[in-house]
Every structure is written in C-alpha cells, then in structure tokens.
C-alpha cells in the first residue's frame, strides 16, 4: 500500500517528532511495548523504562506535533486477580506485575494528556484470543511462544510443558 517503514526508538522524542512530521500522520496506534510477564518481574526498570518512559515520549512528541489521536495497546494485566466472572471493564484495576502496572501507568495518564493537549487516546485490554486466517496469510508467529492457548496445544501434543503460575488453585494439590 506505500507504507514506508521508519525504525527508532518510541522514547526517542526527537526521531518520532521527525517521523511525525514526514508522515504527516493524524493519529499513531503503539503496540511497542516489552509484553512478556515473567521478564516483567525479573527485570521490573526495564519494563517501566521501555513501556511507561517510551511511551511518554511518543506522547510528548505527539503533542509537540499536533497529533491529537492515540490507540494504545494495552492488556487485561491491569485487572490483576478478578474480582468476579465475567470480567467487566469497569472492575478494579490491580496488575500484579511490572507489565500489568506499567500499562496502567499510561492509561492513568491519558487523560492529562487529554486535558493538557486536547490528545484524544482509547485503549485496547486484550486477553488471550485465538485463531488466525486459515490461509496462514494473517495471524501471529512468535518464536519463543509466550502466549496461553498455543503452549496449551504445544503441550498437550508432547512439546514443553506447561507452567502456570500460582499455588492456589482448586486442584487436589493446589497447583
């Protein structure tokens, strides 16, 4: 369609002003954000560096510009434990890691953003979804897999095993 990659860095104010500026862009969609949960808890600076840090540059420079429109990938980390099923959007946000809580971060400070530069921002909470265009032209590849439902089906065939996390489960032994 045209689309012209540019690299660099989401915290780098400076390059993604420049990018900005080029494209003329009216709105930017951030899915660059460290996403892996237990990296999240071993290495807790680097993820509040690259996806809380990162993403006020990208905001910075986006007001700077004028780019007034902002769809941030966020997650249903920020819920943490829930409270209750189905899980509402309104229910209590308490992440229980760095990723949970970094993502929260941004979706707290979206609406200063809002206030300050007229930046209008949604956010998206996922949860693990499955399913891919059954012609393989679409979907998601990742190496290593970190998401639940493909290592669910790796394991059942024989591949790794499966770690869930948690010691309280309502299983005989409470794994």
């Not at 494209?23 to 509040?48: C, E, N, Q, R």
């Not at 229980?96 to 007229?118: C, D, M, T, V």
């Not at 930046?119 to 059954?134: E, I, K, T, W």
């Not at 970190?146 to 032994?173: C, K, M, N, Q």
Request: glycine letters at 10%; aromatic letters at 8%.
């Amino acid at each position: 369609l045209g689309a012209r990659l540019i690299e660099g860095n989401i915290g780098d104010v400076d390059a993604v002003r420049r990018a900005l500026r080029d494209t003329g862009a009216a709105a930017v969609m951030h899915f660059a954000a460290w996403l892996i949960v237990p990296d999240s808890v071993k290495d807790p600076a680097g993820y509040y560096r690259n996806n809380v840090v990162g993403t006020l540059g990208t905001l910075e420079a986006m007001a700077a510009e004028g780019c007034r429109h902002f769809v941030f990938s966020s997650t249903c980390a920020v819920y943490g434990e829930p409270t209750g099923t189905p899980l509402r959007e309104t229910d209590p946000k308490n992440p229980i890691n760095s990723y949970g809580q970094s993502k929260l971060a941004i979706e707290h400070a979206l609406p200063h953003f809002e206030r300050a530069y007229g930046m209008r921002s949604v956010c998206l909470r996922y949860f693990n979804a499955a399913g891919a265009d059954p012609d393989g032209e679409l979907g998601e590849d990742h190496a290593p897999e970190i998401h639940l439902i493909p290592r669910a089906f790796d394991a059942a065939l024989g591949g790794s095993p499966l770690e869930v996390f948690g010691e309280d489960y309502p299983t005989p032994d409470g794994t």
